[in-house]
């Protein structure tokens, strides 16, 4: 019965219902504004706390994200210096690889962890945080880059 009220009558706060409200002299909610969907380069700016900027990073390092930003077990993408890389958090320890799968160019920062290896959103390559190497195709391994804590920073070298 629930469908078929929706289908006759529309959603709550669907158009037909503000109709039936203005009608009635109940006027309309006011709407809230649409947010601008994120674009992959603004995902950094989505993680909160921001990064800090009272942290000078260890020379060839960069700032990329505030250490309570990124929960355990989640990854991110960060575009940082012209470069893409996903950012992990795996029980505290951070881990940053190449963002693109050498499989498919997958986007790895959408993907998964399981423990120490992220899992490519596309096709499930595995590959290992540590050492970048592929537990799917032992001849191939994505970029690491070297990453320091420093106060609530997360660093990485490019």
Same mark, same amino acid.
């Given at each position: ?24 002299g109940?006027?309309?909610a006011p709407?809230?504004?649409?947010a ?5 380069g603004?995902r950094a ?8 900027r009272?942290?000078?990073?260890p020379?060839g390092f960069?700032v990329v994200l ?9 990854v ?12 992990a958090?795996?029980?505290?320890? *951070? ?9 498919a ?11 120490a290896?992220?899992?490519c959103p596309?096709?499930g390559?595995?590959f ?5 190497a592929?537990e799917t195709?032992?001849?191939t391994r994505?970029r690491? *880059?070297e ?12």
């Amino acid at each position: 019965m629930g469908l078929l009220r929706t289908i006759i009558l529309g959603r709550d706060n669907g158009i037909r219902a503000r109709l039936r409200r203005r009608l009635r002299g109940e006027g309309a909610a006011p709407e809230p504004a649409p947010a601008p969907a994120p674009s992959v380069g603004e995902r950094a700016l989505r993680l909160s706390p921001e990064p800090p900027r009272d942290v000078t990073p260890p020379e060839g390092f960069e700032v990329v994200l505030h250490k309570d930003a990124l929960k355990p077990g989640r990854v991110t993408d960060i575009i940082i210096g012209g470069t893409a890389i996903a950012v992990a958090n795996v029980d505290g320890a *951070f881990y940053a690889v190449d963002n693109t799968c050498p499989h498919a160019g997958g986007p790895l920062g959408e993907g998964t962890l399981d423990g120490a290896v992220l899992v490519c959103p596309m096709h499930g390559w595995r590959f290992d945080l540590a050492t970048g190497a592929c537990e799917t195709d032992a001849d191939t391994r994505v970029r690491t *880059f070297e990453t320091r804590v420093v106060g609530d920073a997360v660093c990485v070298r490019l």
